[in-house]
């Protein structure tokens, strides 16, 4: 690169075409924003300044209707060595002088479209947040959420959806260690895809995301730039689906997980050497959003020629190629002078670097094209935090509250139900069946570092700490959120420290996706409002501090919006892995026990759902200083080595939470169990704060001391027996015909044609 | 004695093998990259790793073949010495000639990642001398291409001379459609040329190197090669 590449002659901004009022509502900015950029800019943007501002401003990027909110979380203190949002991923202190990055992000609208490709590059896109921070990623998990399981839309959804992270984790070599899969209604047309994942990186190896150095020079790494998911963040995923939303399969970007594999070896070895300055990865928005956002940290700016950006097709213009969500490119700033080191790494690992701009002192981003400046723009005038706006929309209760609020249980006829065959008919369904045939698709393996999959939470040993790991899941029950969307935001962030306590972990950090409607709806914006409400207080209660993580909104068709659906995703930290601790029944004669409170709840119930097709009720209710003791408590148990399973009542409830220990016991060990009162609220309520523990006689009694002192609810109600599962002899059967029914449920249901 | 460990750049169990190797089995172990030329004269057996070695969007292995490393590893094994293609280092070694047949997609057209039971159809190998004859090993598999397949005369030859290693199998070790999870013709799971200094195998013994992750039945392996050279 020579000084003649910036030498422009003209130094007016030249625009392909005219921009008005009408390019930029065509962009997706409002009557309101275009003035306001006009105004910011003291003329008439060029085309592709305007298009910038399109992407940097939407919803995706600029956080525009959330940020307000967001920032009332807690997102700094305990272990967090960033602030949330501060990086490309949030950074958690383990000790020793190593860190876990994580992360979680959407990619709904892409895989609603394009299942395989969105699903795909939903993951690759998550793991370059990871190591770009120079983080290598040590595990992967999915929240996924679809229609229900009887349309054949719904298996081409499902299958292009796994098929799509199957392709791109296994072969980029990071084990799928977990997540979760919900069918319902709701998510028919708007189907959920939410990729996490999780690095480890020693604390002094870190890399930011800022630019600096004036005279700096600035490389584009990775692919080449083609004209793939241009308008993917501004039109495609900030705003709702309709009738055209089918011709915009061209913005949803293709992912080459061999590629990102190169990427990442790179990313790492070059972040090592010490010459980076700063790295971003491209996703969203492309080198628009890697620019100016870099530049805005660094309070600098860069020059840049987009005719020195390797591109897959001749002829692009610079408003395509500050747009183009080509997949597997990383912007970084390399110290001036050690440019060839950075350039032998990326020979070594066969990957294009090229370098296209440099870094100024004036703030400005300034793009150059066919030997025209094509804009001028100040870095912090397109980004959160700078100028990019920032609303607070109105919020209004929703009308259906006032009826599944009220909806009275003794209306409907639960009584005449067989507990039998409800039993078996939970078993069946899809959100609670077994997922083999989506995880046995996963490599969950590879680096071996995967402790187990089986239970709660994921487990990870950390080969760089001996003796120590992660425990790691993703939760959201959204029928609780839609039905309080206050207490169901409580019950996610719960139900997700919950679950990596019964692993063993004290949980440490979340980070979260929050999935919404459209926020210009007022009903749904108050559910995202009070959902904040809930998870902030939540998480300052469990002290598990926000990282950071991704907003979805506009997650709704024809005017039907999804269920609000905050997903959580938690990282446990298990200092000794010796005291680990899992679900499944280990000893026959060993002594069943339910920790907790039973309210015999059955607002948005599966099995209300299964048996009504309604979802409906109070939400459960959770007390988090309830909660709070229970999970200390179990904690407390697990370490001193008394207890031999933890499980938690979820869906489906106390029955299925003891067939689950039984279907996943290597020897086929059941129970017998005997309550005061097998009825259908005790058997299949899904009451929160509670947790299913067996044990052997002689902890017995020390079990019980430690309840008595925590002052913690303890019922014993049965013991682990051979082969048979049976509850007050109404529900008997054998452990193997569990299996088979948990099993085959899923199978069956794919194998069928609608 | 001494491992080394190809690393192609789509190799992704190549840290797994130099760890199972290095850490699990004590042995001594080194990376061989695949743009390097020569091969250090102190290496006793290589290990192609899984993963994608160069993409594998055309067929598994099938670029591989034409790496500067190979080059080398072929003359390597053609001079008796040790070497070990696991999952894509096997579809390697088969795309490269080094071992008969093919790796074709899985009959459920899916990616399988999964506990299998193998059984030892051979111990008079410098790879399963630990192991006696029908022993049973628990081991996972993850691959999309294992399905094992090559010509009638080909599999007669690879069964009258004791060439296949490795067959899926129940858990009590009964040999059946039912426990053959990619569809291999006889459950073939693993074999090793005429000399028997070349194995493959799709399973992957090293991530059952280490009682933490739930099972050591591989490091057998590795432990049967470093006996032979110590």
């Known amino acids: 690169m020579n000084s003649s590449d910036f030498s422009f002659k003209n130094n007016e901004i030249f625009s392909e075409t005219e921009v008005n009022e009408t390019t930029a509502l065509e962009l997706g900015l409002t009557e309101d924003e275009y003035r306001q950029i006009v105004k910011v800019l003291g003329r008439t943007p060029s085309y592709t300044e305007i298009g910038i501002y399109g992407v940097m401003w939407s919803e995706h990027c600029s956080y525009k209707n959330s940020i307000k909110q967001l920032k009332t979380l807690p997102r700094s203190g305990g272990r967090l060595l960033v602030e949330a949002g501060a990086e490309n991923a949030g950074l958690v202190d383990i000790g020793n002088g190593y860190a876990i990055a994580f992360k979680i992000e959407s990619h709904n609208h892409p895989s609603a479209i394009e299942p395989f490709e969105g699903a795909a590059t939903g993951v690759g896109g998550i793991l370059r947040d990871i190591f770009s921070m120079g983080a290598r990623p040590i595990a992967a998990l999915n929240s996924l959420r679809f229609g229900e399981l009887n349309s054949e839309r719904t298996k081409f959804l499902l299958k292009g959806v796994v098929h799509g992270i199957s392709h791109y984790g296994n072969s980029f070599g990071v084990p799928t260690v977990g997540g979760e899969i919900y069918f319902e209604k709701c998510y028919q047309d708007n189907p959920l895809v939410n990729a996490m994942a999780v690095g480890i990186v ?85 080198i628009s959003c890697s620019t100016s956002e870099m530049s805005a940290k660094g309070e600098v700016g860069m020059d840049v020629n987009l005719d020195l950006v390797p591109l897959r097709e001749k002829n692009m213009s610079a408003y395509e190629i500050m747009l183009s969500e080509s997949q597997e490119r990383m912007l970084i700033i390399v110290d001036k002078g050690r440019e060839q080191i950075a350039i032998d790494i990326c020979k070594k690992w066969d990957i294009p670097i090229k370098q296209i701009g440099v870094i100024n002192g004036n ?67 899809p959100n609670i069946a077994s997922k083999r045939w989506v995880y046995e698709q996963y490599d969950s393996q590879v680096r071996t570092n995967t402790v187990s999959i089986k239970g709660d939470a994921a487990i990870i040993r950390l080969k760089e700490l001996p003796g120590k790991g992660i425990a790691v899941c993703t939760d959201c029950n959204s029928r609780y959120v839609y039905l309080n969307p206050y207490q169901g935001a409580m019950a996610s962030v719960a139900e997700a420290a919950r679950n990596v306590v019964c692993a063993g972990a004290t949980p440490v950090a979340i980070t979260n996706c929050l999935n919404f409607g459209n926020p210009y709806d007022k009903e749904v914006y108050w559910q995202f409002k009070e959902v904040i409400r809930g998870m902030g207080d939540a998480c300052r209660k469990f002290n598990t501090p926000v990282t950071g993580g991704n907003v979805s909104f506009h997650n709704e068709s024809q005017k039907h919006a999804i269920f609000p659906t905050p997903v959580i995703g938690m990282l446990g930290v298990i200092e000794n892995l010796d005291l680990r601790s899992s679900a499944d029944f280990k000893n026959e004669n060993d002594k069943i026990f339910v920790l907790g409170w039973d309210r015999e709840e059955f607002g948005g119930s599966e099995f209300i759902k299964i048996y009504f097709n309604k979802v409906t009720g109070q939400a459960p209710v959770l007390d988090i200083d309830n909660e709070i003791n229970l999970q200390a408590t179990t904690l407390e148990l697990i370490n001193q080595k008394l207890i031999n399973s933890a499980h938690d009542c979820s869906e489906g409830g106390l029955a299925i939470t003891l067939a689950e220990k039984a279907i996943s016991s290597g020897a086929n060990l059941g129970c017998k169990i005997v309550l005061e009162n097998a009825t259908a609220a005790a058997l299949f309520g899904e009451s929160q704060s509670r947790i299913v523990i067996s044990a052997a006689d002689e902890n017995i009694e020390k079990i019980k001391e430690i309840c ?33 029914n948990y099993e085959n449920a899923i199978p069956n249901l794919i194998n069928k044609k609608f | 004695m001494k491992f080394g460990v190809v690393v192609f750049p789509g190799s992704n169990c190549d840290h797994d093998a130099f760890y199972a ?16 030329s020569t091969i250090p004269s102190d290496i006793d057996c290589i290990i192609l790793p899984g993963g994608f070695s160069y993409g594998d969007y055309l067929r598994c292995g099938s670029i591989a073949k034409y790496s ?120 073939i799971a693993g074999i090793v040329n005429k000399n028997k200094n070349i194995l493959g195998l799709m399973p992957h013994p090293e991530r059952y190197s280490d009682e933490l992750l739930g099972c050591n039945d591989g490091i057998a392996i590795f432990l049967s090669l470093i006996r032979r050279f110590n």
């Open chain 2, 68 to 187: 500067p490393i190979m080059r080398e590893v072929i003359n390597f094994a053609s001079k008796g010495g040790y070497l070990m293609g696991i999952c894509n280092g096997f579809q390697i070694l088969t795309e490269s000639g080094l071992l008969p047949g093919a790796l074709l997609r899985n009959t459920s057209l899916n990616f399988a990642c999964k506990d299998v039971f193998l059984r030892i159809e051979n111990n008079d190998t410098f790879y399963t001398n630990n192991f006696s004859r029908s022993d049973l090993i628990r081991i996972p598999i993850a691959h999309g291409e294992g399905n094992y397949f090559a010509e009638p005369e080909t599999i007669k030859e690879l069964e009258d001379n004791d060439q296949v290693i490795f067959r899926y199998c129940s858990p009590e070790g009964i040999i059946s459609d039912e426990y053959n999870p990619n569809g291999s013709i006889n459950n």
């Open chain 1, 202 to 286: 020693r604390t002094d190896k870190t890399a930011t995301a800022t630019a600096s150095g004036e005279g700096n020079p600035v490389f584009i790494i990775g692919s080449s730039t083609g004209r793939d998911g241009i308008h993917g963040a501004s039109l495609l995923a900030s705003r709702e689906f309709d009738e055209k939303t089918d011709d915009m399969r061209p913005t949803v970007q293709v992912g080459d997980p061999f590629a990102e594999k190169l990427l990442l070896e790179a990313s790492i070895e070059l972040i090592e050497s010490g010459v980076i300055v700063g790295i971003q990865d491209m996703g969203a928005a492309g």
């Open chain 1, 363 to 429: 703030g400005k981003l300034n793009i150059f094209r066919n030997g025209n400046k094509v804009a001028e723009l100040n870095a912090d005038s397109l980004v959160l935090g700078g100028s990019a706006p920032q609303y607070d929309r109105e919020a209004v209760r929703p009308e259906y509250l006032n009826e599944t609020e009220n909806f009275d249980f003794s209306t409907i006829d639960i009584n005449s139900i067989n507990l039998s065959e409800a039993f078996i008919k939970l078993l069946n369904s």
């Open chain 1, 708 to 740: 008595l002192k925590n002052n913690l609810p303890l019922l014993q109600i049965g013991e682990v027996v051979k082969n048979t599962f049976s509850i007050n002899n109404e529900i008997e059967f054998s452990v193997e015909d569990l299996r088979s």
């Open chain 2, 21 to 36: 190797i290095g850490t699990n089995a004590g042995a001594n172990v080194q990376y061989l990259w695949h743009k390097d």
